[in-house]
C-alpha cells in the first residue's frame, strides 16, 4: 500500500509539474501575442427583449496563436490572472476597444455601448484616472463604454471599491455585474455598489424553461434587480424557449448564439448596418 501511495504522490506531482510547465509556456508565448498583435477582439450583441434591436456588445479577447490556432480565453485568462499579466491584457483590451469605437464613430456608425470585462486585480485606486486617459486620447465619450465585473470584487468589499467605482459612474460610465448567481452577493449586499446592470450567468439560463430551479433563480434575480432598478441581461441563451421565458419574466436584454456568436469587429458593424433584429 506504501508503494501506491508513494506512486500516485509521484505521478500527482509529474501531473502538477506539466501544469507549471503548460502555465509558463501560456505565460511567455501571451507575452510575445501581446508585442506580436497575435491578440484581437470579438463582439457579441445584446439585445433588447422588447424591441429586438441591438442595443449593446460585448468586447472578448480572442488570441490567434500562429501554430495552435484560435486560443480560449478559458485556457489563457486564468494563466494571465494567476501571472498578473492580466494588467498588460486589460489594457490591452481597454485601449483596442476604445480605437475600434472611434473608428465606427469615424465611420459614421451609430454605436451602442460596448462591454468590456475587468479584472478584479486591475481595479486599483488608478484605475479611474487610467481609463479616462484612454477615453481622451480616443476621443471616446465615458457612455460609449461599459465595464463588466465579477463578484469576487464585490466579495473584497472594502469602502476602497465602492469608493472607485462611484469614481467611474461620477465620470459617466455604467458597470455591470457579470455571472450573477454565481458568487456570494446578497441583495442587502448589492444595495452597496452602483452598478446598473446584472448579467444572469450562462448556468442559469441553460435549464430554462425545463429546470425548476433555474426558473426559480431566474425569477427571483430577475425580481430583485427589478427592485433595485437594475437592467438585466441574461447570457449564453441559445434557444427560443429559453427567450420567452426570460422575456414573460421582464428581463431586459439577452446576450447568446440564439442572436449571434462573438464576431469579428468587421461583421458586427455589418450586422448594425442591417439593423439585423431578433
Ligand atoms: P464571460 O464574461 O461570462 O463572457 C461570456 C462567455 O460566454 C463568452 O465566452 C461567450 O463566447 C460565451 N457565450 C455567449 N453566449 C453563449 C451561448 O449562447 N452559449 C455558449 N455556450 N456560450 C456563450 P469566451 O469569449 O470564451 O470568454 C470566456 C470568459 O473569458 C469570459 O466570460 C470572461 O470571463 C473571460 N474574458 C474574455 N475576454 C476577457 C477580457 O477582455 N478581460 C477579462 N478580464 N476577461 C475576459
Ligand atoms: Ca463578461
Ligand atoms: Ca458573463
Ligand atoms: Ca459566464
New binding site residues.
Partial sequence: AAQNIESAFLFYSEEMNQRAKEHLRIESELRQALSNNELM??Y?PKVSLRSGRIVGA?????WRHPVRGLV???VF?PVA?ETGL?LD??SW?LEEACRQVREWKDANLIMPPIA????AR?FDNQLPKRIAAVLERHGVQPDQINL?I?ESLLVRGTDNVIAIMNELVAMGMALAL??FGTGYSSLAYLKKFPISTL?I??SFVIGLPYEENDCAIARAIVTMAQQLRQEIVA????TAEQMSFLRELGCDQL????FS??IPAADFAGMLREGKRL
Fill in positions: 477582439l470579438y457579441q460585448e468586447a472578448l479577447l480572442r480560449s480565453p478559458g485568462i490572472e492580466i491584457l486589460g483590451v468590456v470585462n475587468l479584472s486591475q463588466e465579477t457579470d455571472d448579467k450567468d450562462r447570457e449564453g441563451v441559445e446576450q447568446g448564439y440564439l456568436q462573438p
